[in-house]
């Protein structure tokens, strides 16, 4: 596969993950692109052992931990926005509500401990598979989808007992 294939193919899921990560565009741009230089030059190290887009989103793990150590700062769901989706014609109050409950659901994910919430966000923002993200952990594919149900689990809870607290 070419190296433009490669890029194109996999280049907004990798994006896409990091932004989500750090919340911060300028950090996602820069973490995407040193990822795709360490992968072009080391394509030929590539040996085929799992699928191409789980190499490439580890080397995009290893790379943000790696500016994370040099530049001092902590992994820390605070510093992330979860955006949520939402119709652009939508009431201002609904958007409101969506706005609160992907804040509460931020801070939920920030309390969730490894591998939840890593698992969690794979899933969701790095859009692999149960499988990809198996093999990122040395683990099945069966063991990756327990693990995000059981997060998933986790926040639902949370949010219960963060609606019921709200009614008292």
């Not at 919340?23 to 590539?46: C, P, Q, R, W, Y």
């Not at 799992?50 to 080397?59: A, G, S, T």
């Not at 969690?120 to 093999?135: A, H, N, P, Q, Y």
């Amino acid at each position: 596969m070419e190296f433009e294939q490669i890029y194109s193919t996999y280049f907004k899921s990798v994006y896409r993950y990091i932004w989500r990560l750090s919340g911060d565009e300028h950090i996602a741009e820069e973490i995407t692109s040193e990822t795709f230089l360490k992968v072009m030059k080391s394509i030929e190290n590539f040996r085929g052992d799992c699928d191409m887009r789980v190499w490439i989103c580890q080397i995009a793990k290893n790379t943000y931990y790696s500016y994370l150590k040099k530049n001092h700062r902590t992994v820390s769901m605070d510093e992330t926005k979860l955006q949520s989706i939402t119709d652009p014609k939508a009431f201002i109050e609904e958007r409101i509500g969506i706005q609160d409950e992907a804040e509460q659901i931020r801070k939920i994910l920030h309390t969730l401990p490894d591998p939840y919430k890593e698992v969690f966000m794979w899933r969701v923002f790095g859009e692999l598979s149960f499988k990809e993200i198996g093999t990122l952990h040395g683990k099945t594919g069966n063991w990756a989808c327990v693990t995000y149900h059981r997060a998933r689990k986790m926040i639902q809870d949370r949010l219960e007992e963060i609606d019921d607290e709200k009614r008292v």
